[in-house]
């Protein structure tokens, strides 16, 4: 059984990967309190002292709106976690020969009438951040770094994520999509928006195979269906209400 450690292992989606993995690999969760990625030193050292087969990150700055706030500061946290910490990791990884895989997103595209989506695993990355938000920016920088370290690694790309379960310390979209509602703070959802949602259990399996069976390059886990922003929320308002 592979040795992994899980990096961000106490969030909101790592912690149901661990649960739900547990008897296909060995699973290390490691928080910021254990190891802060955005130390390089101090990830050199944890992984030359122990030993590892993969490593996946799941550890990042996820607050779309608060990342704002801090564009263009490469010294601010969201920068230093988002590209900082996974730069570290890869560096720490071809050192002691240890396969990343780094969790990402869709937002590392800018899905405008220039460079509409749906993308697949090969679309280009945009080498500019044009019509891509400061978070969205950083994870696709973060993605170049582990494209050009030359290490063993699998990137993988899925977006709105949610539980069945709520998770303490975090809401997922629909959850917070009716705490909006329920403040009366519900914003406008678009119906011109194409997306995909991803039930976290479902993600298990398919991130255990990348892991167990060391698959390199760039994964996207989806979901069957598309749908919009509207369209979604209509439905889940529809279910909550009953009306």
């Known amino acids: 059984m592979k040795k992994v450690a899980v990096i961000g292992g106490s969030g909101m989606i790592a912690s149901r990967f661990i649960d739900l993995s547990s008897k296909k690999i060995d699973t290390v969760p490691l928080d910021e309190k254990t190891l802060d990625i955005t ?14 087969d993969s490593v996946v ?4 700055y996820t607050n779309v709106d608060g990342a704002e706030a801090q564009k ?15 730069e570290n990791l890869a560096k720490a990884c071809g050192k002691n020969n240890i396969f990343l895989v780094h969790i990402s997103t869709d937002f590392v595209f800018p899905g405008t009438e220039v460079y509409p989506g ?17 978070y969205g920016w950083t994870k696709n920088r973060a993605e170049k770094e582990i494209e050009k ?10 977006g709105y994520p949610f539980r069945a379960s709520e998770y303490p310390l975090k809401l997922d979209w629909a959850r917070n999509l009716l705490r909006l509602y329920n403040e009366q703070k519900l914003y406008p959802l678009f119906d011109d928006q194409v997306y995909n949602i991803l039930f976290i259990d479902d993600l298990v399996d398919p991130l255990t ?5 060391s698959l390199q390059g760039i994964f996207h886990i989806a979901s069957h269906d598309t749908t919009s922003p509207y369209e979604a929320g209509k439905y889940l308002l529809q279910k909550y209400t009953g009306k």
Request: hydrophobic share 30%.
């Open 39 to 52: 130390d390089g030193n101090a990830v050199e050292t944890y992984f030359s002292e122990n030993k590892f």
């Open 149 to 158: 370290s030359g290490i063993k690694y699998a990137i993988v790309r899925y």
């Open 72 to 86: 263009g500061d490469e010294n601010g946290l969201v920068w230093r976690l988002n590209v900082g910490g996974p």
């Open 57 to 60: 990150n799941f550890a990042a």
């Open 118 to 134: 749906p993308y697949r695993e090969d679309s280009e990355l945009p080498e500019d951040s044009s019509g891509i938000g400061w």
């Open 209 to 213: 195979k990348i892991i167990g069976e």
